[in-house]
């Protein structure tokens, strides 16, 4: 079975000049982990994602008993978020990406997963577009909805 079937095709996208602050209230006005960086084609050029904005906003130096003994977390992070005010979307991306084809199989989809560091992966087309992602939910939910046959519950 084709992931062309169960892909998410809802996506958060964003263009290369997107600056930190649009960028940060798109992650926050999502469900989604990826924003996706698309050129005006619709062309993949990169993934944002949550731990991404996260790595930015909160210094990796600090450890949990380091981070007990702030006192103002909010304030460590609004200083963060003004250093990062000149950063864009293609400044943060990650470029090195695993990606998938719509016609690739549910299996093949699942090792690709298992082999990356990722809950979901881009789905494109053979032009480079962006047309889905797919991740270890949709998997699970056409396994148990379409392949054993359980109901669909929210």
């Known amino acids: 079975m084709k992931i062309i079937r169960f892909m998410n095709t809802e996506l958060t996208r964003v263009a290369?000049?997107?600056?930190f602050p649009t960028l940060l209230?798109?992650?926050?006005?999502?469900?989604?982990?990826h924003t996706y960086v698309t050129d005006e084609a619709g062309k993949l050029l990169g993934?944002?994602?949550?731990?991404?904005m996260m790595k930015k906003l909160v210094p990796s130096y600090l450890t949990?008993?380091?981070?007990?003994?702030?006192?103002?977390?909010a304030e460590l992070i609004r200083k963060r978020f003004e250093e990062c005010q000149h950063l864009t979307a293609a400044?943060?991306?990650q470029h090195d990406l695993l990606l998938l084809n719509p016609e690739d199989t549910l299996i093949e989809?699942?090792?690709?997963?298992?082999?990356?560091?990722?809950?979901?992966?881009?789905?494109?087309?053979?032009?480079?577009?962006?047309?889905?992602?797919?991740?270890?939910?949709?998997?699970?939910?056409?396994?148990?909805?379409?392949?054993?046959?359980?109901p669909a519950t929210v």
């Open 91 to 93: 400044d943060i991306m």
């Open 16 to 19: 290369p000049d997107t600056d």
């Open 25 to 33: 209230a798109t992650h926050a006005s999502t469900e989604t982990r």
């Open 47 to 52: 993934v944002v994602a949550n731990l991404d």
């Open 109 to 150: 989809a699942d090792v690709r997963l298992q082999e990356s560091r990722y809950n979901a992966l881009p789905v494109v087309d053979a032009a480079g577009i962006l047309v889905g992602d797919v991740g270890r939910k949709e998997i699970l939910k056409h396994i148990a909805v379409e392949i054993c046959g359980l």
């Open 64 to 73: 949990a008993g380091l981070a007990a003994s702030i006192s103002d977390g």
